[in-house]
């Protein structure tokens, strides 16, 4: 119970890492070589005590008297979140969100070596220069090649049974679009993305405007 | 300040109740009329306390004492983020992203009648059945059309030009998908959507595990 209270409050901020690493990115492009939470904070729209939280999770040494290092907290998040090793990923299920996210640039650390589909119009082709293949092929393309991350956008229905292919074949994570809820081994990292969860934000900001 | 503060405290909350949404309409679709915060919390993975005190968010009477009312409760949320009024949206920036958020079907409350673009190939063609538009006619377009929601898909460096245009276009609300940091008047809702925060969860429990 303790370890789930304590995983849900540091949930907001790890969101908040891949934010951090834009702004700080931004900054070394500009040259800059020290910021402090302040401008941090003013750029993102959180408080100035929120970054200090946030940044505290990750490693030292980022932070001098003056401010964050700019250089040294970009490697810190970058090695805190595990993007300093590119990942290797799957894609099951290769529909319109699919799709858009095997041509999506901005997934740090993670790169896409195949997607799979049951529609034989689609296996053999390519996506963005990925290659699609048969979803019967799953379970043998696994034993040959190291995968690290399945990203699920294939109908809920049919989750948990790819699900249990990808856990047999040694995946490490899955990252679920879609709305089945998935069981898992202990062993293997699970997070669930709803992409209405960002429209429930914005529709109450709406109502409390009204 | 205060504000502030009690504003992140609600939005995981907030955030979660798309997902209440779902699985309430899943109870109902099995004919189950009354369920606990016990049911709804194994089935989402969180802490029974989380449903309870997510769920007083919204209004009653959707709780009797065997537990939450399925309809009432689906009402309740529906009505506390405003998707019982289905909104009028149009979308920037027809890429890899814009084309899939036009032809994603779980946006509730959340119609799309035109996408914009500055690309002579994608205006005057259909995406999903929505005409994309010139985006030199945004604000024309706007002067005639009621329209409630921006989702912003274009390259960040365009955003707060065409950001001004919208609020000055009478827009209620944006939906960032960009790295911008765009600025609005106080009586916009701004929604900042970052699709890597999800993977810097991922990649944390990841980092857990090994």
């Known amino acids: 119970m303790e370890t789930e209270t304590k995983r849900l409050g540091k949930t907001p901020s790890i969101r908040r890492m891949s934010l951090y690493l834009n702004r700080l990115k931004a900054y070394q492009e500009k040259g800059i070589e020290i910021v402090t939470s302040n401008d941090i904070a003013a750029d993102i729209d959180v408080l100035p005590i929120v970054v200090k939280k946030d940044l505290q999770l990750v490693e030292p040494p980022t932070k001098k008297r003056?401010?964050?290092i700019v250089n040294g907290t970009i490697k810190a998040i970058t090695a805190f979140l595990g993007w300093d090793k590119q990942k290797s990923a799957i894609l099951i299920g290769v529909g319109h969100l699919g799709s858009a996210l095997l041509g999506y640039r901005g997934f740090p650390g993670l790169t896409f070596v195949a997607a799979f589909d049951t529609d034989v119009k689609k296996i053999g082709t390519t996506i963005h220069n990925i290659p699609v293949l048969n979803i019967s092929n799953l379970s043998d393309f696994l034993k040959?090649?190291?995968?690290?991350?399945?990203?699920?956008?294939?109908?809920?229905?049919?989750?948990?049974?790819?699900?249990?292919?990808?856990?047999?074949?040694?995946?490490?994570?899955?990252?679920?679009?879609?709305?089945?809820?998935?069981?898992?081994?202990?062993?293997?990292?699970?997070?669930?993305?709803?992409?209405?969860?960002?429209?429930?934000?914005?529709?109450?900001k709406i109502k409390n405007n009204q």
Chains 1, 2 share one sequence.
């Open 144 to 204: 040959k090649r190291k995968i690290e991350i399945a990203v699920l956008t294939m109908p809920s229905e049919h989750a948990q049974k790819i699900v249990d292919l990808l856990t047999q074949g040694n995946i490490l994570a899955i990252w679920n679009f879609t709305r089945a809820k998935i069981h898992v081994p202990p062993h293997v990292a699970l997070q669930r993305e709803d992409l209405s969860a960002g429209l429930a934000e914005l529709s109450a």
């Open 66 to 68: 003056a401010g964050y």
